[in-house]
Nanobody, 122 residues
């Protein structure tokens, strides 16, 4: 069973950038990897995902500002630019063993990381 660990969160000013990393404990190239976030008092929501085919999708709220990518081994990145206060949340990566299923539904993902805090504030 693979494990996933996020890193790269922190405190950033509005307009700034962060790059989050999601590292799998093994080869995750056949998995779909999603990034989700959860703000205080809100439900967890999908931000972006990348399929095993390389297809990518973004939530409307982040399209044009965030970019998802993966290396050839076990790491998926989320580059976040032009950050806004409303991007403040705990960010989670998750894996779906069905690598070519498009989904922002949390229950479609079987493996989750522990999360990394992103705070956008001046």
């Amino acid at each position: 069973q693979l494990q996933f660990v996020e890193s790269g969160g922190g405190l950033v000013q509005p307009g700034g950038s962060l790059r989050l990393s999601c590292v799998a404990s093994g080869d995750a190239m056949n998995y779909a990897i999603g990034w989700f976030r959860q703000a205080p008092g809100k439900e967890r929501e999908g931000v972006s995902y990348i399929l095993s085919s390389g297809f990518k999708r973004y939530a409307d709220s982040v399209r044009g500002r965030f970019s998802i990518s993966r290396d050839n081994e076990n790491t998926v990145y989320l580059q976040m630019n032009s950050l806004k206060s409303e991007d403040t949340a705990i960010y989670y990566c998750a894996a779906n063993v069905y690598g070519n299923i498009e989904s922002f539904r949390t229950y479609d993902y079987q493996y989750w990381g522990q999360g990394t805090q992103v705070t956008v504030s001046s």
